[in-house]
């Protein structure tokens, strides 16, 4: 199984260095053998080689023209065409506020008929049903799993895990910064103080205003909500506050009266609609969504079926969103669709 | 498809109410027609029809006898191999000691080249590797959701959610009746005070040792490190102590240290082996195991690719458990196994 590794980031290089670590397990307990065919990068050079990519090299070299076999390939888009492989795995840079150019670009590969994972949020919250419907038509896989709680079966527990349910409310805390700040908060550090520790870390970015004024659990409700509850939603829809203006004051009055503050998303039914909300809450001790601390992240799905199911990712790496490319590349290979009916008797 | 009943207690009566209500779902969405042709019970008779039971006659009947059509069936064995159905779903009482008479019934139904679904921990308890290696040879599913938490969807995440993942080590609280006699003793309701109200309500046996001396749990920590950490444990090789000895005094003192007391299963590697152990357990309040009440269930995965990836599955009902036949049944039928090759490119 050929793959074409379009971005070639921290997540796409941890998945690099996770499949070099598998190899064996993939070959014995799936009969797997994937091959990276190419690479293509924003400012790092693009590199298709058939026979396969030495991916020690790749991660070694500072441009990849060097690994390029062939006629050389203009861009992105020309290298979708060009690189021979049956699966594409999208980890590119993203606009939160419009999904692109991801969006195109897991729409181009699967017009050319490649078997789609990403890690991009954008294409499931700007375009799931048309992505959906049009893997469907080539019986392609069209996964994501590490677009939410960074490669924790989530996504995979919507579509294999609770068949035939009707889920009618979501609940979670899904972003990593904004609950590391407010858990620093709690123990007296000042938000400036926390934002700064955080950037240094690696968690927070250089810009914070994506995970502080709520975009990113916005956009992963959304996700959840279309995935999970046949909603068709759009950022722009969810009610949306950040926590820029929570004060110290607040965190501690919580904690005062047995809560935490929590960045809460939320989806649920209403007059057959889905809406979807994020906002700070403040959430009792006895709800699993008060128990995660800094970069962990929770979510309950309520159901007709099960009154709650709760999963924690706790403590994620980089490695866990690679993880989570590896997992939905087994499961597509295995058969697995989003389209329900697989097999008739 | 045709459904054979083994067994129609609490949990396969509402299975059939489960059925019943979701119809509609299962054809529109999955193109599933499930037809019960058969129901065998101990003691209130076995029916047969080729052209499906009415399920609320069936429900609503003492004697099943009425339903039957064509010759005479002996007993469960002889039904087995009478009624025409592509699965059995098995749901019989259990000797939770020896894993029978289920464990009989699952090799006879596979090999009459049944897919099986059961409720009963017996089987995987007992025979996994022998009864999942008859399966695979018959391209059949074996698949028992139901067996740990209540049916909320453990045993599919380790199939389909954690892929190539080695688990090192699993955590859980799976048996209702002692977190509950735990969480009430909390509260200072004395242990006899607690059985009493718990099996008025009908979650304690009239029996509780099963519960109380840690057999249950013990069947549940065996399942899930056969399953997921590829084990190979019976029951009598867990390290088992039970709640009995509890003391108001150890509840108390685990309170006030911000602990809580609960019976906790766990399964490790050491020395190239897997070990596992049920015991009483202080655990801090910020272990995701310390927040289950009543008869809430929860386990933690800890795995090379994944931190830990707890799931709580809340306020289980007996219809939870229905679900849990319900989503294997629909499983098996869109062609999941738990071998895990499935299609090669």
Not at 281 to 296: A, Q, Y
Request: glycine share 8%.
């Amino acid at each position: 199984v050929n793959l074409a590794l379009l971005g070639f980031g921290n997540v796409a290089r941890a998945f690099a260095r996770l499949l070099l670590r598998k190899q064996e397990t993939l070959l014995n307990d799936y009969g797997l053998e994937l091959r990276v065919t190419g690479i293509a990068t924003h400012s790092h050079g693009i590199a298709i080689d058939s026979s396969g990519i030495d991916l020690e090299a790749a991660l070694a070299a500072d441009m990849l023209d060097a690994l390029h076999t062939g006629d050389p390939v203009e861009d992105s888009k020309a290298f979708l065409a060009a690189c021979p492989a049956q699966f594409v795995i999208e980890t590119t840079w993203l606009d939160p506020r419009t999904g692109q150019p991801a969006t195109d670009y897991v729409r181009r590969a699967l017009q050319l008929g490649r078997h789609v994972v990403t890690a991009n949020k954008g294409p499931v919250a700007f375009a799931y049903r048309e992505l959906k419907s049009l893997a469907a038509q080539k019986d392609l896989a069209f996964f994501f799993e590490s677009t939410v709680m960074d490669g924790g079966p989530v996504l995979s527990t919507l579509r294999e895990g609770l068949p035939a349910t009707d889920i009618t409310r979501i609940r979670g805390v899904l972003n990593s910064t904004t609950n590391a700040l407010l858990c620093d908060m709690e123990g007296g550090t000042t938000f400036a103080e926390s934002l700064r520790r955080l950037q240094e870390l690696g968690i927070a970015e250089a810009d914070p205003s994506n995970d502080v004024d709520g975009w990113d659990s916005t956009v992963k409700i959304v996700v959840l909500a279309n995935v999970g509850m046949n909603a068709d939603l759009r950022p722009q829809d969810v009610d949306r506050t950040g926590i820029g203006q929570v004060t110290p004051d607040r965190v501690r009055a919580a904690q005062e009266a047995g809560k935490r503050l929590k960045l809460i998303c939320e989806a649920w039914r209403e007059d057959g609609e889905v809406k979807a909300k994020v906002a700070p809450v403040e959430v009792p001790r006895e709800d699993p969504l008060s128990i995660v601390e800094g970069t962990s992240g929770v979510v309950t799905f309520h159901a007709d079926t099960l009154p709650a199911l709760t999963l924690i990712e706790s403590d994620p790496t980089p490695d866990t969103t690679a993880y989570g490319l590896l997992a939905d590349i087994i499961n597509a290979a295995r058969g697995r669709r989003w389209s329900m009916v697989r097999r008739r008797f």
